[in-house]
């Protein structure tokens, strides 16, 4: 599930983050890396609640969504470890709020998702490419370059592993019916 993020809530969240209000100067909305101060106060927030080793913080996703802490956790693949944390308290307001009603909303969509066996693991944050490798829209192909063909996040048409692949697919589409 994805949160978007919007200037004016990365800075209300900033102004409230003790390494800006102390002495680090405040980005203003103008500044080219105000989102990146965003995600770096978020994901700074995760590696404290997990202990500072990299544990991950986590908590089952109907306990989540409950503002409760997990008794437990199930086992994960996730090394080195989860640790069960109160989210709440280390994600943005707006975040935690759009996650617990989106689970729960999506849950009634499709049964079995909104469960306790799922875990719900901070935070994997990420920042779309700056830049957009340009394509021509009906052949895919960059305008100049032939035999190029810009795919995915890196050249700017995804946001994420799954609109990666399946802009992936589409160019693989493409070639295919270049190549025959």
């Known amino acids: 599930m994805v949160v ?4 004016a809530d990365a800075l209300k969240e900033l102004k409230k983050d003790p390494l800006f209000t102390s002495g680090q100067a405040m980005p203003d909305e103008n500044n080219p ?5 965003f995600q770096q106060m978020v ?7 997990g202990g500072g080793k990299f544990i991950a913080p986590a908590q089952r996703m109907a306990d989540f969504s409950a503002g409760k802490q997990s ?10 470890g989860l640790q069960s944390t109160q989210l709440s308290e280390v994600l943005p307001s707006f975040i935690y709020q759009s996650l617990a ?11 079995g998702y909104f469960t ?3 875990v719900v693991v901070a935070t994997e944050s990420r920042t779309s ?6 394509r021509n829209s009906e052949t895919l192909c960059h305008p100049q370059l032939k035999n190029l063909y810009p795919c995915g996040e890196g050249a700017g048409y995804a946001g994420g592993i799954v609109s990666a ?16």
């Open 4 to 7: 978007s993020v919007e200037i």
């Open 33 to 37: 890396l105000l989102m990146m101060y």
């Open 43 to 49: 994901e700074q927030r995760c590696f404290a609640a």
């Open 71 to 80: 008794a437990a956790l199930p086992a994960c693949s996730y090394q080195p």
């Open 101 to 111: 009603k989106g689970f729960q909303l999506f849950g009634k969509k499709m049964k």
């Open 116 to 118: 306790n066996e799922a």
């Open 129 to 134: 490419s700056p830049v957009r490798i340009p």
């Open 165 to 180: 692949a399946m802009d992936g697919e589409r160019i693989a589409k493409q070639l295919a019916l270049v190549l025959a």
